[in-house]
């Protein structure tokens, strides 16, 4: 089963920029990958997903046109670039690899999480 480890979070003020990384022990060659955030005492959110050769992604509403998910599958890894962070931001960051090549929505695998917090 594909292990996956995000990193990069961490505080950054509103407006600022973070990128999170999501690395797997793995060829990703053949996977969707999505990013998720959970917040406290909040349902977890699905924030983006890319297919396996990054030629189709989504994004939720509330981070549309400031997050940007991307994938280098030559070294297993998705990233997710976020800019103009808004404390409402904040939460814990998940990556998960989908069951098929395109985003179907059935996530197998999921990484432990990063936070990310957004305050002055």
């Known amino acids: 089963q594909l292990q996956l480890v995000e990193s990069g979070g961490g505080l950054v003020q509103p407006g600022g920029s973070l990128r999170l990384s999501c690395a797997a022990s793995?060829?990703?060659?053949?996977?969707?990958i999505g990013w998720f955030r959970q917040a406290p005492g909040k349902e977890r959110e699905r924030v983006s997903c890319?297919?396996?050769?990054?030629?189709?992604?989504n994004y939720a509403d509330s981070v549309k046109g400031r997050f940007t998910i991307s994938r280098d599958n030559a070294k297993n890894t998705v990233y997710l670039q976020m800019n103009s962070l808004k404390p409402e931001d904040t939460a814990i960051y998940y990556c998960?690899?989908?069951?098929?090549?395109?985003?179907?929505?059935?996530?197998?695998?999921w990484g432990q999480g990063t936070q990310v917090t957004v305050s002055s």
């Open positions: 998960a690899a989908d069951l098929y090549y395109y985003c179907s929505g059935a996530f197998g695998s």
């Open positions: 793995g060829s990703v060659d053949y996977y969707a």
């Open positions: 890319i297919n396996y050769n990054g030629g189709s992604t």
